[in-house]
């Protein structure tokens, strides 16, 4: 009987493992989506002759659509089999973002696009949700895995772009990129059939030998405040990297392939350090980690916006790399103690939407205010939402008053 009861124990945990590998895959796919337009955009302005404003306000409206739609399905991921989901998600977002490739008007485009961005909402609330329910031991370590995934997939975009600039036009590459959402979506498909969306959270939970500390009184307006930290946060970093090679091109005068290369260097610094990350705020806490990242970020993005020397600049993308993935574990570890007054994955939605329109909103903004004042202005202005951040986190800390920070 006892062998009985371990040989199930087993047989759940190498579940559970063959699960994570495959939210982790699956999540570097998904994060190309999010920032394969940024790495295109040199070109992009290039060819159609567009303002960056009108530039901001293509990828607002890929963003927006991900903000609507990650709220409306995050929702529904609490009812509904989580791996068809996403794997729907992937085949549609693959499928749109390919035939989006070969259009040949710039509405046309668009159009594709923002539908495509439906299909790419799917995979993070019901992603976030599930690992919430499964990593009962050692959270950061778990979520750290799967930031260095999403943050390893987008580096080597960022490579292979550079490497393609020179030797395709942009909506070649495009095609390219969105071929991977293809398979991954089948693996999700066919795995939906085994892991039902909560069956898997029940058991771990059934044999789980450590819990996780779960904070009590999380109120509205406390979730509300960590929500404005998180946009304010996100507002001054995807500002600042979705134009980044744009920036490198027509600020420092680097080729769009040099540009890419260099832009990589951010991903890299994510990729490095976002295990670790995980592994600290297990040790020491979400919020202090969160506090540490966010505060760095701020000088890292007005040096940016200096320019000079050039060599400092891979060293500030690296930092800035690190600080914006190194703060998925400590964020994705607060937000899931959210469970007093909503699901996980409604609680991973709103998150999830929040970051999505910060996404969405960044560039348009950062757009106009570059056609306005320069970009290098930009840059130095959009380091300011990082301060405001810091301090309404120093206020969240002092309001909840966690036992490890």
């Known amino acids: 009987m006892l062998n009985k009861g371990l040989s199930i124990k087993n ?45 901001g306000g293509i990828i607002t409206a890929f963003l927006g659509t991900i903000a609507v739609f990650s709220l409306i399905l995050g929702k529904l991921s609490d009812s509904v089999s989580r791996p068809t989901m996403i794997g729907l998600g ?58 260095f995934w999403g943050s390893m997939a987008v580096f080597l975009m960022f490579l292979v772009h ?25 693996l999700y498909m066919l795995s939906s059939q085994s892991l039902p969306p909560k069956r898997l959270g029940r058991a771990i939970r059934d044999i789980k030998s450590a819990g996780q500390e779960i904070d009590r009184g999380i109120t509205v307006s406390k979730f509300m405040l960590l929500l404005a930290v998180v946009i304010l946060r996100y507002l001054g970093i995807v500002a600042v990297i979705n134009f980044t090679p744009t920036y490198l091109v027509r600020e420092v005068g680097l080729s769009p392939s040099i540009a890419s290369f260099a832009t990589g260097v951010y991903f890299l610094g994510g990729l490095i350090f976002t295990p ?49 993935y190194g703060a998925g574990p400590a964020m994705n570890m607060i937000t899931a103690r959210m469970k007093t007054f909503l699901g996980k994955g409604e609680a991973f939605g709103y998150m999830m939407a929040a970051v999505a329109v910060t996404f969405s909103l960044s560039p348009l903004l950062f757009g106009l205010y570059a056609d306005a004042f320069g970009l290098s202005s930009a840059f130095k202005f959009f380091s300011l939402p990082l301060m405001i951040s810091f301090a309404l986190l120093v206020l969240l800390v002092l309001l909840i008053r966690p036992k490890r920070v």
């Open 276 to 324: 670790f990350a995980g592994l600290l705020c297990d040790a020491l806490g979400p919020f202090l980690i969160l506090l540490a990242l966010t505060g760095t970020a701020f000088p890292i993005i007005f040096l940016i916006g200096l320019g000079q020397p050039i060599w400092l600049l891979p060293i500030c993308f690296f930092v800035l790399g690190a600080t914006h």
């Open 162 to 186: 550079g490497l393609l600039h020179a030797q395709l036009e942009w909506r070649t590459i495009l095609f390219i990129t969105s071929l991977p959402g293809l398979p991954i979506g089948v």
């Open 11 to 55: 047989k759940m945990h190498l579940n559970i493992l063959k699960t994570r590998l495959l939210w982790n895959i699956g999540h570097g796919v998904n994060d190309i989506y999010w920032f394969m337009l940024p790495s295109l955009l040199p070109t992009i302005l290039a060819q159609f002759g567009i303002r960056y404003g009108n530039a």
């Open 90 to 147: 992937f085949l549609t977002a693959s499928a749109l973002l390919i035939v989006a490739s070969l259009a040949n008007t710039l509405q046309l485009f668009v159009v594709l696009l923002l539908a495509g961005g439906i299909g790419v909402s799917t995979f993070h609330p019901a992603s976030y949700a599930s690992i919430a329910e499964t990593a009962s031991v050692r959270p950061g370590r778990t979520y750290g895995m799967f930031e």
